[in-house]
């Protein structure tokens, strides 16, 4: 029972941060204005959360998972594209700045996690795990170092271009395949063939995504219930299942 109460409130707590956060901006929102919002004592809310950079965290851990999750849903129906990591991350970085480049209060978020190191080392691991889990690639050939490197490269190059898009003619997925392309072509050494095989199948996915589902999947990221039940999603007449939220 009390451990179920703890869940409760660590999502109250996460999602009474990120509204705030989505509506006033980081810097405008303090631990004991949460504190408020969720009705409890700030002291309450440091046992759960010691500093406001470890309910960022969290926060940012969550949403990349929604959208990771969406990602790999949407990929589902073809086997190239599922199966094809690099045409994943391209998707995943396109929904991402797609998300920042349309709603105000979500690129505070999006911007700050391109800011925090531990957001993107959050980041660049999820990249990673997609990466290895698939073996889509001959480990004697590829040097697991200069994989991570390459992941840590593409996620700060794709920051610096979010922050100065406005001065930079690309659009979203065109930062999103000039980072997979770097990670292919510079680290994984890739064949050019092979390159443009994972760019059109990330191109394919991309197509697929519906940014409105996307939307009502972060708006409910901290329900109660994505922790037990399964949630159908409609998206370009076909329905995929899947949770849109970790467990806590």
């Given at each position: 029972?009390?451990?179920?109460?703890?869940?409760?409130?660590?999502?109250?707590?996460?999602?009474?941060?990120?509204?705030?956060?989505?509506?006033?901006?980081?810097?405008?929102?303090?631990?004991?204005?949460?504190?408020?919002?969720?009705?409890?004592?700030?002291?309450?809310?440091?046992?759960?959360?010691?500093?406001?950079?470890?309910?960022?965290?969290?926060?940012?851990?969550?949403?990349?998972?929604?959208l990771?999750?969406?990602?790999?849903?949407?990929?589902?129906?073809?086997?190239?594209?599922?199966?094809?990591?690099?045409?994943?991350?391209?998707?995943?970085?396109?929904?991402?700045?797609?998300?920042?480049?349309?709603?105000?209060?979500?690129?505070?978020?999006?911007?700050?996690?391109?800011?925090?190191?531990?957001?993107?080392?959050?980041?660049?691991?999820?990249?990673e795990?997609?990466?290895?889990?698939?073996?889509?690639?001959?480990?004697?050939?590829?040097?697991?170092?200069?994989?991570?490197?390459?992941?840590?490269?593409?996620?700060?190059?794709?920051?610096?271009l979010?922050?100065?898009?406005?001065?930079?003619?690309?659009?979203?997925?065109?930062?999103?395949?000039?980072?997979?392309?770097?990670?292919?072509?510079?680290?994984?050494?890739?064949?050019?063939?092979?390159?443009?095989?994972?760019?059109?199948?990330?191109?394919?996915?991309?197509?697929?995504?519906?940014?409105?589902?996307v939307?009502?999947?972060?708006?409910?990221?901290?329900?109660?219930?994505?922790?037990?039940?399964?949630?159908?999603?409609?998206m370009?007449?076909?329905?995929?299942?899947?949770?849109?939220?970790?467990?806590?």
């Amino acid at each position: 029972m009390a451990r179920r109460k703890n869940m409760k409130r660590r999502r109250e707590i996460l999602s009474n941060t990120f509204n705030l956060i989505r509506q006033y901006g980081l810097d405008d929102v303090s631990l004991q204005r949460i504190a408020e919002e969720s009705k409890i004592s700030k002291s309450l809310l440091q046992s759960y959360y010691p500093h406001k950079a470890n309910l960022v965290s969290e926060i940012a851990y969550q949403l990349l998972t929604t959208l990771s999750r969406y990602v790999e849903m949407a990929a589902g129906g073809s086997g190239e594209d599922r199966s094809n990591p690099y045409a994943l991350t391209k998707a995943y970085i396109y929904l991402i700045v797609t998300l920042g480049m349309t709603d105000n209060s979500l690129n505070r978020l999006i911007a700050e996690a391109f800011r925090n190191n531990q957001i993107l080392d959050t980041w660049g691991t999820m990249l990673e795990t997609w990466i290895y889990d698939r073996h889509v690639f001959d480990c004697s050939k590829v040097n697991a170092e200069q994989l991570r490197l390459g992941i840590s490269f593409i996620t700060a190059g794709v920051g610096r271009l979010y922050y100065d898009r406005s001065r930079i003619p690309m659009d979203a997925e065109a930062i999103a395949e000039a980072a997979a392309r770097s990670l292919m072509f510079s680290f994984v050494k890739s064949p050019a063939m092979e390159i443009k095989r994972a760019m059109t199948a990330g191109h394919a996915i991309i197509t697929k995504l519906d940014v409105n589902v996307v939307f009502a999947a972060i708006d409910t990221a901290f329900d109660e219930a994505h922790d037990a039940v399964n949630e159908s999603v409609k998206m370009n007449g076909r329905s995929y299942e899947g949770k849109f939220a970790t467990n806590h």
